[in-house]
């Protein structure tokens, strides 16, 4: 697995993709930095970006790489390899690639910002940390939608139509749910709710990291509660590697069933 | 060397392989023929364990292939369309594979100039002509040293030379002993190599023997029209 891993990050460190994407992020952070004139305040403008456009671009490199390389696949399920290395090799090349230019990229300007100097160290780093989180996830979705679906187009469409109901759709329903029962007790459900999607997830940790829970209103309070102590922060990050775990698992057992 | 009992693959509602029961011994050069859409392909495939059969067993030297990976140590293998990743170089692919494969080759040099692909060497795949991938191709199947080879179409997209050169190179592995599994639809390149064919039909065995038996068992005089004598008879 370890070889598939070195060739795959080796073939995508050399595309032109990893160094667009780390380019975008180098300039976000510093122009972010030089807007914002504050540390503190530029991590929240980041925060916004980072929760739309992570899962965005994890879920579209994730299928463009998995379709791009469907021959370097082919040529490679002919060799005394097995089949979960291959595929565990290339999903961990596209999410490490995609991570390290999101950490660099970010990491730089607010290193020579004073990164280290400063007290918003802690949240920075929890917003890498999700944001890295938030990559794995996605590439892994990506991964199973374009090995459950032979045609590209398909393949395209089915992980834009997931990024977009994971990052908006649902939210909305979310909302329209709480507004119609909001007779009822509502807490337990909109934990639930936000622990099964992992953008509202990763969003949530970090507002009331950023202590600014009081924009969440009463479920803001609620949620203080619960993620706001170690039994909350824990739970949250379990439901963070189950939701990287549980689709890893489906893609090797999917690639091991399918027919090349 | 190769045994496969009862195999069956379906895509979709299309059954392409219909219990196929096939004993390959060793040594020696088996072609594997069959009209379009007969299944060639996918039971070599099935045999690189790259398509995964509804039923049946198959073993490689013994071992029954769903047992691990490690039996295609045993196999060098030749896609029918050589497919490689466009942005790497020809000497890159090569020193790829052979890391993958645990590097203990010293042929590919050899290889290499005979197929006189040493100006290629650092050109990117995806810019060379389909008759030099195909020799790239060639190059990455032949320099290992494995008792089991299995060609798809090696004939395509080669140049009279390289054709030449292709079956001297068939003839010295078989001489060592190997065994070669070849499909083709050039009817003269089969009847010049193989010593046996396999005739798959509508995903079964119609025929395995000798290129003679199969003259006597059509009454033909010659090769390409046995063949086309089976496929008019059963109108395929």
Redesign the interface.
Known sequence: MLKILKYSFYDLMRSRWSYVYFAFYLLLGIVLLFLNNDLSKAVITLMNVIIVLVPLIGTIFGVMYYYNSKEFTELLLAQPLKRSSIFLGQYLGVAISLSMSLILGLGIPFVFYGLFKSTAIWDFSLLLITGTFLTFIFTALAFNIALSNENRIKGFGYAILLWLFLAIIYDGLFLMTLIIFEDYPLDKVSLVGTMLNPIDLSRTLILLKLDISALLGYTGAVFKQFFGTNFGLMVSFVALVLWVVLPVSRMTFKSKKKDF | MVSIQDLHKK?GKNEVLSGVNLEIGEGGIFAVLGPNGSGKTTLI?CL?????PNKGTISVLGKNIKH??????Q?D?L?QIA??????KVKELIT??K???GNKTTVDEQLISLFKLEPFLDKKLGNLSGGTKQKVNLVLTFMFDSPLIILDEPTSGLDPISLIRLKNLIQAEKEKGKTILITSHIMSFVEEVSDEIVFLLEGKIYFKGSINELKTKTDQPDFEHAIASILTENHA
């Open positions: 895509f495939k690189l364990g790259m398509v995964i691990g990976s490690n039996y295609r140590y196999i293998y896609p497919n490689f990743p466009s942005n790497l790829m594979i890391d993958l494969r």
